[in-house]
């Protein structure tokens, strides 16, 4: 049986949880702006969308004999580190003003999500209630 708040609330049931990934992310790259050696990290939100909606696998390795070990136990396939395009001399690649930017998108695209989810269970209720 489908899952029918899901099926209600569209996509930004599925996309929220990952847009706090992201942003958890993005914030700790930026609290390792400074870590010697530390590589930024991002998540590819689009391949990790697709997969939570089930539309295609997109780099989940599958087991295709008994032979081949199973992929999993917490790991984030989705999860790349990001090559700086200037990393500094100590190997941190993490670049505090392109990080910024990019919170403040992710901030700006949870928010928008929270406010659609928001609206739609507003209007759930006031079918459910009559006002």
């Given at each position: 049986m489908p899952n029918l708040i899901s099926d209600y609330l569209g996509v930004h049931a599925q996309a929220m949880p990952l847009r706090e990934q992201r942003m958890k992310l993005i914030a700790?790259?930026?609290g390792n702006a400074d870590t010697p050696g530390y590589k930024a990290q991002d998540l590819?939100?689009?391949?990790?969308?697709?997969?939570?909606?089930?539309?295609?696998?997109?780099?989940?390795?599958?087991?295709?004999?008994?032979?081949?070990?199973?992929v999993g136990g917490g790991l984030?396939?989705?999860?790349?580190?990001?090559?700086?395009?200037?990393?500094?001399?100590?190997?941190?690649?993490?670049?505090?003003d392109a990080e910024r930017a990019a919170y403040g998108r992710a901030a700006l695209e949870y928010r928008a999500s929270?406010?659609?989810?928001?609206?739609?269970?507003?209007?759930?209720?006031?079918?459910?209630?009559?006002?």
């Open positions: 700790s790259n930026l590819d939100f689009d391949a990790a969308l697709r997969n939570a909606q089930g539309l295609d696998g997109n780099g989940l390795m599958k087991a295709t004999s008994e032979q081949h070990y199973l984030n396939p989705f999860q790349i580190t990001k090559e700086g395009l200037q990393p500094s001399i100590d190997g941190n690649t993490v670049d505090p929270l406010s659609f989810v928001e609206s739609k269970v507003r209007s759930m209720l006031t079918a459910i209630t009559g006002q």
